[in-house]
């Protein structure tokens, strides 16, 4: 690891604040059981770091707050104004993996635009004119999604073995702290800070080793200051043991950040079991049977101490690759006339779901994208599925004016009940053919308000300016819709193919180029795109 300290460092006193998505897969059990209330001490918990509010005009945070909204009124951009969005300027970056080199959100505190590579570095860019400040390098890889996290006077991020913070001024490393048990497992999250609180979480898997055996998905609290550990939660309901067999069996573990509420609830969402569809010997899964909570399942925690207060799985005992792992999304909504906060979230199984915050009462659920073939068990034939392992709703919704926009995607995985093909890299050979939509859902009934069908596949997330709704392809355009309407605003074309999401800062548009998409070559870049 090395320290590269670049360019300009600004006074201490004046402190700067600060594809994404797993390419990793039946019905049986309902799932979901309540243990607990919160705390009633709900004025203290539950709190963003200050920084966060001192700074609402930009963009302080991978989804923009704790509730996971991806939204924001504090811009001048809006359905009048879009159109005028022009190119302001580009950061070149250097290509790390076949995901390309940024599936992340850019995030942006006190004139500074900071991200992580996809080799884990971290960059501080002057947001007026996208000039290097400082760079961290690390050059450890990452398969994605990742990023940072700024609160508490520190900026927060992980490599695949470990959580580290930085100072914001320079980029100097403060601490650093081991995750992973063993070499199955790795961290490709943006952590989430509250209440000095900062939470990562391990997943079976990293740019060698991929759902093999013995990879265990866990929740850390760490202390913001020291990284000390606050507490921790197995997204595997028997831990280590991994349901009978850790030997051939991974999974759990989170991708996104969670959403926190100010009672101070935890809201994560959780991957996918492994082996993925099965193997000769385990067809179906049969290496571990049962609904292998707690994966595919939203799980809401006690801030404080990470207990468990109840949980809702979507996809029992899952033999498709169908992770729940976007990030859940905090609402208050009217249900039967009385306003009630509700978690909506969503997966690789291609619906979104709508949970009361309280006790998790399951209340609708919407399909998006085609299906086909996505329940029960598998048979001992190829098959095609719609979704497949890039199928479904694979990065961030966002939520504004009670109207969730959810990014999906349409491409098929061709098994049967021992295995896919080809491995994951048979599966993703075909992307071009691959198709995307954007779908906007009444949250309160999970009726479809409208729908737009995209020519190439939506890794770009959702992003809310206004009355402007923000997404992007993997085959490079950047789409503005009315968020009332569905039209069609604004497009752009950017010099590569996109899997990273925008952020809203002021009157600009930041959105990562970064994919190798169907471009011969491609040029990767950070690009503002600005009203001025």
Not at 227 to 248: C, E, M, Q, Y
Not at 307 to 319: C, E, S
């Amino acid at each position: 690891m090395s320290f590269t300290n670049k360019i300009r460092r600004r006074p201490r006193g004046k402190a700067r604040v600060a594809l994404g998505g797993a390419l990793v897969a039946v019905v049986a059990l309902g799932g979901w059981a309540v243990h607990s209330s919160a705390s009633s001490d709900a004025a203290a918990l539950g709190q963003a770091p200050p920084e966060w509010a001192a700074n609402a005009g930009s963009w302080p945070a991978h989804n923009y707050d704790l509730s996971n909204t991806r939204a924001t009124t504090q811009t001048p951009i809006d359905s009048q104004t879009v159109s005028k969005l022009k190119v302001k300027w580009r950061f070149a970056l250097k290509g790390a993996s076949g995901f390309g080199d940024f599936a992340s959100t850019p995030i942006v505190l006190n004139g500074t635009v900071y991200f992580q590579d996809l080799n884990s570095n971290v960059y501080a860019l002057d947001r007026s004119s996208g000039k290097l400040e400082w760079k961290h390098t690390f050059n450890k890889p990452s398969v994605g999604p990742n990023g940072i996290a700024y609160g508490y006077g520190r900026i927060y991020g992980a490599t695949e073995t470990s959580a580290f913070a930085l100072d914001p001024q320079t980029g100097k490393q403060l601490w650093a702290r081991k995750l992973i048990r063993n070499n199955q497992e790795g961290i490709d999250m943006t952590p989430q800070l509250y209440d000095n609180t900062v939470v990562f979480s391990t997943v079976p898997g990293n740019a060698s080793s991929f759902y093999k055996g013995n990879g265990d998905g866990i929740v850390w609290a760490l202390d913001t200051a020291t990284g000390n550990t606050k507490w921790k939660f197995n997204t595997i309901s028997d831990g280590a043991k991994l349901f009978g067999n850790p030997k051939v069996n991974s999974g759990g573990g989170l991708w996104y950040p969670p959403s926190v509420d100010s009672q101070g609830r935890v809201f994560i969402s959780i991957a996918n079991p492994a082996p993925l569809y099965g193997t000769p010997k385990f067809p179906n899964g049969s290496s571990r049977p049962g609904p292998d909570l707690y994966t595919n399942s939203l799980v809401a925690l006690d801030g404080q101490s990470g207990k468990l207060l109840w949980f809702r799985q979507a996809v029992p005992h899952d033999v498709r690759d169908y992770d729940l792992m976007i990030p859940s999304i905090i609402a208050t909504v009217p249900i039967q006339g009385v306003q009630t906060e509700i978690v909506l979230v969503a997966g690789k199984m291609g619906k979104t779901y709508a949970y009361r915050a309280d006790n998790g009462q399951h209340l609708w659920t919407r399909s998006v994208g085609k299906h086909q073939n996505d329940t029960g068990p598998l048979p001992r034939k190829i098959i095609t599925i719609f979704p497949g392992d890039l199928g479904g709703v694979e990065t961030p919704m966002a939520l504004a004016d009670s109207r969730l926009f959810v990014p999906w995607l349409d491409f098929p995985t061709r098994a049967r009940a021992t295995g896919l093909p080809g491995g994951i890299a048979g599966s993703v050979a075909g992307l071009k053919t691959g198709r995307g939509g954007f779908t906007a859902i009444d949250a309160a009934t999970g009726n479809v308000l409208w729908q737009n069908k995209l020519p190439s596949m939506d890794f770009g997330a959702a992003t809310v300016a206004n009355d402007v709704v923000f997404t992007s392809t993997y085959a490079g355009t950047i789409y503005a819709f009315d968020t009332q309407t569905g039209k069609t605003l604004w497009t752009a074309t950017a010099p590569a193919g996109i899997n990273s999401f925008p952020a809203i800062d002021g009157d600009t548009l930041l959105v990562g180029a970064a994919a190798p998409g169907f471009l011969k070559n491609p040029q990767f870049q950070l690009i503002a795109y600005s009203l001025q």
